[in-house]
């Protein structure tokens, strides 16, 4: 999908090439998305989605698919991943944001990647379009909710610079600074990949696969 093709207020697609060949595009998610999304929602193992959704198997409604994937890109925003190197483009993970409707400035994030995907950065390139698209548009601080037990993605958003932590249930709500460019991420031993997502997005192609 070209970026003539969208709509201005819509994130413009980049594709960019990681280690080992992966072709991906990192593009605005569409209604056109449903069944990857559904095809990516039902390949995730169930500590992925207990992590992401706080329930071992999260199957969504008619109505869910439906909110999820027809986004305003005002206060509903979502960028998807799609797998240039394989029949399909299918989905690998998605990353989306929600105003808070008394905080505007404020807004809901979370992040998922499949798990066929994982650790392969794809998580900090998706966090790093939400960023830059979130900061263009009034977002100042992502609100995250992370299990308790999930120390190390906690402690790596402590190293990104999260704060305001308050928890209940086992739940931790945590806030994170919207960063307008990688010059602006803290310099701490855990950044080094969200730098490095800020520095592959900016000089990736702009365009589709």
Do not use: K
């Amino acid at each position: 999908m070209c970026p003539m093709c969208l709509p201005p207020h819509r994130p413009s697609p980049r594709t960019l090439t990681l280690a080992g060949g992966l072709r991906l595009c990192i593009r605005a998610v569409t209604p056109e998305d449903r069944q990857r999304l559904l095809d990516g929602l039902r390949s995730i193992t169930e500590e992925t989605s207990y992590h992401r959704f706080f329930t071992p198997a999260f199957y969504p409604s008619e109505a869910e698919l439906r909110y999820l994937t027809e986004v305003d890109y005002e206060q509903h925003v979502a960028v998807g991943a799609v797998d240039c190197t394989r029949d399909g483009e299918p989905g690998i993970g998605v990353a989306r944001y929600i105003r808070l409707d008394d905080v505007p400035s404020v807004a809901e994030a979370a992040v998922l990647v499949v798990d066929a995907y994982q650790r392969r950065g794809i998580g900090s390139l998706l966090l790093a379009a939400l960023s830059r698209y979130a900061a263009a548009h009034g977002v100042h601080r992502f609100r995250a909710y992370v299990l308790q037990e999930n120390e190390p993605f906690l402690d790596y958003l402590r190293e990104l610079g999260a704060g305001n932590e308050y928890t209940r249930d086992g739940i931790v709500q945590v806030d994170l600074p919207v960063y307008t460019d990688p010059e602006s991420v803290p310099d701490t031993s855990a950044t080094a990949r969200a730098r490095w997502a800020w520095q592959q997005l900016d000089e990736a192609r702009e365009g589709g696969c």
